[in-house]
């Protein structure tokens, strides 16, 4: 049988509760999810890779059709080589569209047998980023609610707490 597999790509500087609803809603739909940590350093991240990527094993760990891997260069071709058939991005808002929209047209312009396929953040976690995130926990305020308790005690240990 033809296995299902889908390819959740991001930055996931670091992880939080609103990427960890789209991995357990992709979950429902794919036989596999593979979070895919991009290795672009454009953004200048705050974790490096390595700790982005054991932060999301420890939270991912127990779900055996969860995988986490790295990837760098094109996206459609990282996706051809895990043999998946769909990309999953998060919509939150609006704001979001533009952006993705641009994304998964370009990458359907250079893979056409790649799908984009987006699922619409829950309600209660469409305002959080990671950035948000970085921004209230830099300033000591509470991400209790946000990310899980080991990004919360990452972030603890990156602003010297
Ligand atoms: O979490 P992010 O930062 O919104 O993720 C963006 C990401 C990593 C998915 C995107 O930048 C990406 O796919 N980069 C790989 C390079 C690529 O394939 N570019 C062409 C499509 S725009």
């Known amino acids: ?54 932060l999301i094993k420890s939270v991912v760990g127990d779900i055996p059709r969860a995988k986490v891997d790295t990837f760098d260069g094109l996206l459609v071709d990282y996706v051809r080589t895990r043999k998946a058939q769909a990309i999953i991005r998060g919509l939150r808002a609006i704001s979001d569209f533009e952006y993705e929209l641009q994304m998964a047209q370009t990458n359907r312009s250079i893979s056409k047998d790649v799908e984009t396929v987006f699922l619409m953040t829950s309600v209660f976690y469409s305002f959080l980023s990671s950035s948000i995130v970085k921004e209230v926990s830099s300033m000591n305020g509470p991400v209790d609610g946000l990310v899980p308790l080991v990004v919360k005690k990452a972030l603890d240990a990156k602003f010297n707490r």
């Open 1 to 54: 049988m033809n296995r299902k597999i889908a390819v959740y790509p991001g930055s996931f500087d670091p992880i939080t509760f609103g990427h960890l609803d789209i991995i357990n809603r992709a979950l429902k739909i794919f036989d596999e999810v593979i979070i895919a940590v991009s290795r672009n350093e454009r953004k200048s991240p705050m974790f490096s890779v390595n700790e982005r990527v054991d």
